[in-house]
């Protein structure tokens, strides 16, 4: 951001710029080797050239060296540090003279060597003539002089007589007759300050010290203004003893002419006053030696005392940072060759304490030699150290990601972006790795975030090294990542890299003390085969790693068609879920939970069933993973959850009054909002039934999660009478632990289990083992998915509690369910 007192100090140096170019005087700069290097329009008026033929040109070239010579002395004392203020008659360069009233002032450096000087110069050549005309037609020389728009004046100093005219009259605020005897008050009007001077010129004058008499002083007009006069004067009498006697000459209103020099002085007293107020470095560059003069601020900002400090080509080179130098020196370069209108640069510098500080250089070419070459350049520095820190965090907090420090999604996608431009320029193929690591959450809820955050970190390490520096290694959020390898030579050097990431992430990771084992699912997408933009390639990736972990995981999948159709059919089932759940069109069926040694059913478990417009009957394993992801899942929970209540009302009024309903809950429901449970217990409540008619059954992976949510919502059940059970135990991280720990009422033997029983052993043995060790805990057993009188009967042999599955019957619509109830009690009357 600019410096809200340098951009003060451009507004003022435009204005200037603006004055200096309407003021009717000649202005201009040349430097020490009288070379100009600034010009008015005045000036271009006056000599009727271009900026080009002037600037950076010989005063010579310009002027005539007739000219030159002419006023070389003068220009060499204003050179040597003297203001001067001078008339003389030079010869014009394309014939004839000029009479030029001139003041020269010294321009000093930092050091206050004189660098140049400015001039300030009048063309009176029209009153040189109308002077001259005077002595030869002195009766005309009154016209003449007021045709040139100077006052005149006639003064006869033995007598105090003075002739004034009326342009000089008019200078001064009176007409023609307003005061007659203005001339006895002209020494009175001049400023106290310009008396002495005023006096001792025109003494010189008079004693024959200078060929003409000029001074410029203050006066002070009708209405109390003051003006600036040039005063020029000459002795044309004198008598016997070599006094004045007559005395003529004429006043030039210079007010404009000290405005602008004024103005000037101000500018650079500004200027010199806004630097210092930035605290900016200053340098004065002899481009030509690579010398330099720096002020106190610039040693300062990179720690060296002002005294001690040389600034010059090889120390600046030195202290340059490697990286940053071929930028700073091509800058340079290029202001040098015209091709830029500044120098500006930001690179970091070597501080005496042996840090980088990062630089920013501002410079311009102010002088050249006469050939044309840059000669000096003027500059500042300032310190932008923490605004880089400020811009670095910035940057990175928005493109890297801050676990791993691999690039965030948005910064892969920037680059996979420019990926794929470089792979069409050079007509190479590219490849999209979508990585997803297995049982993550599993090792995440078991054993904290911390050392999940710690995996997410080794992962990110292993990856980096299966792929070359110009591949880029993404993680997108969670525990996937995704790596792309541009400019494939190789068409099989994606599934080379896939095969490397697999074997790299089976292997062992040793954290906190525990070694954990993973595996890797990885997706593969080639452009353009697959997909010819950045959108189409992470989806159809993303869809393959779906694909490898249907497969089994530890193992990657080359993107198909095929799956982009099932990816399809999974978006049209998800929008027609969603009308369905809006429609009501979910229908609610229940499968009988019998007592093992009774036969009797005493429980229900509710189900869910999708009866679709066009496909028929919807298998919940194809639809209800899609309603997790989508979130249709807790819609799905809460329509299941009010049928059952409806029917275990009806149920356990006609047919047994502890006759209870078990509802599955998915984890990503029960990890859910905890008040909708607290709406489920409220609901119970309004239909006056207690907590025991609803059992609901979650799966053993919820009880991995240590998180208090999940603890206090089985305590919110168990405070309402709700009873849990553990839906296919034995599948899972089975644990005592666990059911010591949790209030869990059943277990839900796994029909993997049960499938086998009368033909494997171990299944039994197992059976038996989880029945006798449920008691123990003072659990009931569920065993699911009995389709068998053998199996059954092994069940009960085994004292089981009760059993679930096809020999007693499928899930049925809750009319049906009802028939069974009847038949039930009517074989008991």
């Known amino acids: 951001m600019q410096n809200p007192v340098i951009e003060q100090f451009e507004d003022d140096l435009q204005q200037l710029r603006h004055l200096i170019d309407a ?27 271009p900026s080009s033929a002037i600037i950076n040109k010989h005063m010579a070239e310009v002027i005539g060296d007739a000219a030159f010579q002419h006023i070389r002395p003068k220009v060499e004392l204003a050179l040597s540090g003297k203001s001067v203020t001078y008339e003389a008659t030079v010869p014009y360069l394309h014939g004839g003279t000029r009479h030029i009233s001139a003041q020269l002032l010294p321009v000093f450096d930092l050091n206050g060597k004189v660098r140049g000087c400015y001039a300030m ?85 008079f004693d024959g010290k200078t060929a003409i008499y000029i001074n410029e002083h203050r006066v002070q007009c009708k209405d109390g203004r003051w003006k600036w006069i040039l005063t020029r004067g000459t002795v044309i009498q004198r008598d016997a003893e070599g006094r004045p006697t007559r005395v003529v000459g004429t006043h030039t209103d210079i007010s ?70 071929p930028i700073a020196a091509r800058a340079f370069t290029e202001h040098l060759e015209g091709k830029t209108n500044e120098y500006r640069v930001e690179f970091r510098q070597k501080k005496a304490s042996g840090e980088w500080g ?38 990175q907090q928005a493109n890297i990601d801050t676990l791993t420090g691999l690039p965030n999604r948005r910064m892969f996608y920037d680059r996979l972006d420019h990926d794929i431009k470089r792979s069409k320029r050079h007509h190479l193929a590219l490849a999209v790795l979508f990585i997803d690591l297995d049982f993550f959450k599993e090792v995440n809820d078991t054993l904290g975030h911390a050392t999940g955050d710690a995996l997410l970190i080794e992962a990110a390490h292993r990856l980096r090294h299966c792929v070359r520096e110009s591949d880029t290694v993404a993680r997108l959020g969670g525990d996937e990542f995704t790596v792309s390898l541009p400019e494939m030579h190789e068409q099989n050097r994606a599934e080379t890299i896939a095969q490397n990431i697999i074997r790299s992430m089976s292997k062992p990771f040793q954290l906190a003390g525990e070694e954990i084992y993973l595996s890797a699912s990885v997706g593969i997408t080639i452009y353009p085969r697959d997909a010819d933009n950045l959108d189409d390639l992470i989806k159809h990736a993303d869809q393959a790693m779906y694909a490898a972990k249907a497969q089994g995981r530890n193992r990657f999948s080359y993107f198909t068609p095929g799956l982009q159709t099932a990816a399809l059919t999974r978006l049209r089932l998800t ?42 009957f919807v298998s919940p394993m194809e639809f209800i993973p899609i309603a997790e992801t989508s979130g249709l899942i807790v819609a799905i929970g809460d329509l299941v959850f009010r049928e059952a209540v409806i029917w275990v009302k009806k149920w356990r009024e006609l047919y047994h009054p502890d006759f209870q309903i078990s509802v599955n809950q998915s984890p990503i429901e029960f990890q859910g909002d905890q008040e909708r449970y607290v709406n489920w217990i409220h609901h119970l409540a309004l239909q006056n039934l207690p907590g025991q008619a609803i059992t609901v059954e979650i799966t053993e992976g919820l009880l991995l999660d240590a998180s208090q949510k999940i603890a206090s919502k089985l305590l919110q059940f168990r405070d309402a009478g709700i009873q849990v059970a553990l839906d296919d135990f034995g599948t899972g991280y089975s644990s005592l632990s666990y059911l010591k720990k949790f209030d869990i009422d059943y277990l839900k033997i796994d029909q993997s289990f049960i499938r086998n029983l009368a033909s494997d052993k171990s299944d039994i043995a197992l059976s038996e083992a989880i029945i006798m060790m449920a008691h123990k805990l003072d659990l009931k057993v569920v065993a699911e998915g009995v389709e068998t009188q053998q199996q059954h009967d092994l069940l009960k042999q085994a004292g089981c509690d009760f059993a679930q599955g096809y020999l007693f019957s499928k899930p049925v619509p809750p009319e049906e369910f009802e028939i069974l109830l009847q038949q039930q009690n009517n074989s008991s009357a």
């Open 256 to 325: 404009e002419r000290k405005q602008a020099e004024s103005a000037l002085r101000e500018s650079e007293e500004r200027l010199r006053m806004a630097l210092s107020a930035t605290h900016q470095g200053l340098y004065d560059l002899n481009v030509q030696t690579g010398d330099a003069i720096v002020n106190p601020e610039y040693a300062l900002m990179l720690g060296y005392a002002h005294d001690s400090f040389q600034e010059n080509k090889k120390n600046w080179a030195a202290r340059v940072h490697p990286d940053d130098f």
């Open 23 to 49: 003021l009717p005087v000649c202005i201009s700069y040349v430097d020490a080797d009288y070379r100009y290097q600034f010009i008015n329009q005045m000036y271009h008026h006056w000599f009727g050239i």
């Open 575 to 616: 929008n027609d879920l969603r009308a369905a759940i809006a429609d009501n069109s979910l229908r609610v069926y229940f499968q009988p939970i019998v007592d093992i040694h009774t036969g009797r059913i005493q429980k229900a478990e509710a189900l869910v069933r999708w009866p679709h417009a066009q496909l028929g």
């Open 121 to 205: 110069i009048v063309d009176i050549s029209h009153n040189k003539q109308s002077e001259e005309q005077l002595h030869l037609h002195e009766e005309r020389w009154q016209l003449a002089l007021e045709g040139a728009g100077d006052g005149v004046w006639d003064w006869y100093p033995q007598t105090g007589i003075e002739i004034l005219s009326d342009r000089l009259r008019e200078i001064y605020g009176y007409e023609k007759d307003e005061i007659e005897d203005l001339s006895e008050e002209l020494d009175k009007r001049t400023h106290p300050d310009d008396l002495k001077q005023m006096y001792q010129d025109r003494q010189d004058h």
């Open 358 to 395: 990062w630089i920013l250089s501002v410079g311009a070419v102010v002088e050249w030699d006469r050939d044309g070459r840059p000669q000096r350049m003027l500059g500042t520095v300032l310190d932008i150290t923490e605004k880089k820190k400020t811009e670095a965090l910035v940057w």
